[in-house]
């Protein structure tokens, strides 16, 4: 039987030429999409550092102007301390008293609670974290374990510095200042960053509706310690 031109079949060089042609597109396909997920991967790992400290910075400034004068009923003093992690890094510590927010609008049952923002090293992985502790019940019989929620892993430094109304200090001592907050808190995360020795550094400054200038003491104005920043 003969064959003709129009049923002919396709010969071996052909499907050796399209085999060919097949294998160095899907090559060039591969290599293209393995570009774009490493470029993604690689935009995602620059970008996680700022958002978790721009993230842990908002829950801290939200908590500092919510901060309520020392005075009254269920009012605490206002103290930040200048503190030093083991390698010499700032490791600050503030502790104070704020309203409850709610966000659904409704009364909170604790309106006032105590926080503290400070630094802990996780037994576990022996990483630093920024902690936030809260106690709600504050006229408990007994004052209840601080309920802990960790803000920010991988953090390499905590410096606060607070501003009275003409200078940055260091520290903040409201019964040496006359029971009055600072005007505003600045806040500075350090977080660890591979690849980079100087890790990545953000400061927000938090503005506190209910402060004031510290109020003149015998023999001048009271100052607090640990100096200007």
């Known amino acids: 039987m003969r064959i003709t031109s129009g049923n002919r079949g396709f010969t071996l ?17 591969y290599a293209t999409l393995s570009a774009g997920f490493r470029g993604r991967r690689t935009a995602e790992a620059a970008l996680e550092p700022p958002r978790r400290a721009a993230a842990a910075l908002d829950l801290m400034g939200a908590d500092l102007e919510s901060a309520v004068p020392p005075t009254g009923i269920l009012a605490a003093d206002f103290i930040g301390t ?34 503290e923002f400070a630094l802990a090293t996780d037994a576990r992985t022996g990483e630093t974290m920024l902690l936030r502790r809260s106690i709600f019940n504050l006229l408990a019989p007994e004052q209840p374990e601080p309920i802990e929620e960790i803000l920010c892993r991988g953090v390499r430094a905590l410096e606060l510095a607070y501003y ?10 409201s019964a ?14 350090r977080l660890h960053v591979e690849d980079r020795d100087e890790g990545y550094e953000l400061s927000r400054v938090f503005a506190l509706p209910c402060g004031s200038r510290p109020r003149q003491a015998e023999g001048g104005q009271a100052r607090m310690g640990g100096g200007d920043r």
């Open 164 to 173: 009275d109304g003409q200078d940055w200090v260091a520290s903040w001592d």
């Open 13 to 29: 060089l052909e499907m050796l030429v399209a085999t060919t042609l097949m294998a160095i597109l899907a090559g060039s396909l």
């Open 82 to 115: 200048e503190e030093r992690g083991d390698l010499g890094e700032p490791a600050d510590a503030v502790l104070f008293h704020a309203m409850t927010q709610d966000q659904s609008g409704a009364t909170p049952p604790f309106p006032i609670r105590r926080v």
């Open 176 to 189: 040496a200042a006359g029971d009055v907050l600072p005007r505003a808190v600045r806040l500075t995360l």
